[in-house]
């Protein structure tokens, strides 16, 4: 009955972590990893997510001849304008929905720019008269004809010209917006989802792709998409792919291997179990602690945990017909012990509660290896017969005794060129590390030079830089907008952008609104400056008692705030711009065609109750990347001397700690100084991967350190770290080919480290041993 009751516990423990797993929230969020003492980061980390330049999608039709590109410019503008999936679809022609132009009209007074007293005088009405006359004879006649007479002063037209653009207008042919050699007719698609959410964007982009199928068909038109959506989805699913082929073909790799080497299925499901209790373990300690699990985190939890796979082979290799399975566990569990121990104190020191991200990778690994250890410890020598013995396909014979041969010179001369290595990579002093996560994008080259080119033809705003405002509340961030609003007009007259966008230009502040319609004259003089304006111009009488009307009725008007305008495509585009957050409201200007970001940012004003961050994506990004990796070092050497502690403390002998430390200590230099002579720098997938190098390579270090003379037990700790060796090669190595930036760095060095561990500690952790002694 007892030896049922370990199975037995492990299955309820396996059900309740699978349970609690698959009702855990899985997220995708950066800001796990960033800093929450920081507010730029945490400005930074919410523009990341659902900032209004990650909702953009940019498109270019291309091919055919100019003509039916504007006509597949309209037709496809017009199909995407009904689904509800758009917040706002623009190509340059002149289309806005009955209803948001009828609200337009109305608010007209409070929201136009060019609203000023001069606007009313005799003068001011003249002049505004003789442009709308102009414009009757122009192709705007139809427009200017419906709103003339409540209108004369033209606002609605300045409000329909803000509304199209916002930021620098493409040059036009056949009334709708090109490129400026003509090659592409070009449309600016604003989704109602944020960009970082990938399910809405694919959506977003099927639905393009169905709607331009619709509107080019017969024509030779080619449909060209870019933008953060689109790239982020497209890197998605290149990554998934990838990953899934790869990961596939090295499980049935490894699985080969075992089947080779042991001749036995058995061996293949009981390995299997310590990694099921390890992902399981893992995941469920991390919902319970945080609430939810990082993606990330998971994908490199389980790279750390590959090691899991060791515990189960060490117990194959070392099974001899006269110990039972538990007299070999617990031969083992000295040694055992302390390489779970090394490693899970490798994880608890990236421990902070100022870096979630960063304490939910070492949760995760730290649970993930207590289990994995505790399966191979109890639950296998409760499953497997008292006398099983894996089967071999070629006995452990002399040449084992001929490689575990100490060669102190070899050792010696190891030491030497690890030293020699470290020396030249100090002097050198080569840029070590990679801060630009655009170097580890799955993205091609061309796509992101095509969203470059018709990133320049639009005007659109740029990805990388961005105003954000942090206010108390939303008028106090729409008058700070305003004030920067001058600043940036100042700016752009001296050349330093091309322009901008912002809340305050569809919404201005009450205030503002207020102050227009102080501006607005009375009734009496209203009418005496517009009869005087009328003298000579051929208008017919009456014709303008609208635009008294609506005058007055503006005068007395409510201000209109964010809530007024909920549920209009004008509150929509003021919603993507200004929103509320945990600690008040942020409102943004996205900026285009920036040429000097540093005086941008040094004459920002700034607030007595707000204040204003100019925020460049790239170097802000990078800036977090190297905050996090400096972190992650900094922890990882507290681990460093955690590790020596508790190895010390388990060997008592501090030649045992020597060489059971140093080989590895050999190993990550070799490793570093390899990647940098293959042209890589170091990334933060290269830092995580070296935490793997230094868990495997303690191992190697302390079971090759061993004391002892039985021949017997060396040859089999060799097999089973020849084994773990060789699945660690098959499954990194094939990583290593992957195209991917980001797999081929985890592939890389974990290859590297893993074949350079093994070799020092086989090398030197004998030598070190019987020479101290």
Known sequence: MRRWSIPL???????GCGWIVLTAPVAADLALFASRADPVTEL???QLRSGPTTRLILLGLAGDVEPERAAVSQRLAERLRVNREFARVANGADALPEAELQALFAHRYRLSPTVAPERFTVEGLRTGLQQRLAELQSPLAVFQKRWLAGDPTGELLTLFKQWQGGLREPAKRRGVWFSPDGERALLLVETQASGYDLAAQRAAVTAI????????????VRLEMSGPGVLATLAADTIRGQAEWLSTLALAAVVLLLLLVYRSARTVWMGALPMLSSLLAGAAAVDLIFGKMYLITLAFSMTLLGETLDYPTYLFSHRRAADTVADTVRQLWPTLRLCVATTMLGCLAMLDADFPGL????VFTVAGIAAAVATTRWLLPALLPPDWMPPR?????????????????????LGGCGLLALLILIGKAPALWENDLAALSPVPHELLRLDQELRTALGAPEVGHLIAITAPDAETALRHGETIAAYLDERQREGALAGYDGAMRYLPSAQMQQQRQAWLPDAATLTANLNAA????????GLFAPFLDAIAAARTAPPLRPEDVRGTLLGTRVNALLFPGEHGWTALLPLSGVRDAQALAAGLPQGEASRAYYLDL?????????????????RIGWGAVLIVAVVWLGLRAWRQVIAALLPVGLALVFTVAALLALGERLSLFHLVSLLLVLGVGVDYGLFFSRPGADPDLRRRTLHALLVCCGSALIVFGMLSTSALPALRAIGLTVSLGVAASFLAALIAARP???RMS
């Open 9 to 15: 516990l492990w299955l309820l423990a396996a059900l």
């Open 44 to 46: 930074l980390l919410e």
């Open 209 to 220: 792709r169905a709607a331009f199928a619709a509107a080019s068909t017969g024509t030779g």
């Open 359 to 362: 304490s939910q990778l070492g």
């Open 393 to 413: 396909p070629t006995a452990i014979g002399p040449w084992a005794d001929r490689v575990l041969q100490p060669r102190p010179r070899l050792a010696l001369a």
């Open 534 to 541: 009328l003298a000579g111009l051929p208008f017919k009488p």
């Open 618 to 634: 790239r170097a802000e990004t990078n800036r977090l990347v190297a905050g996090f990796r400096e972190a992650t070092l900094a």
């Open 768 to 770: 070190l041993l019987t």
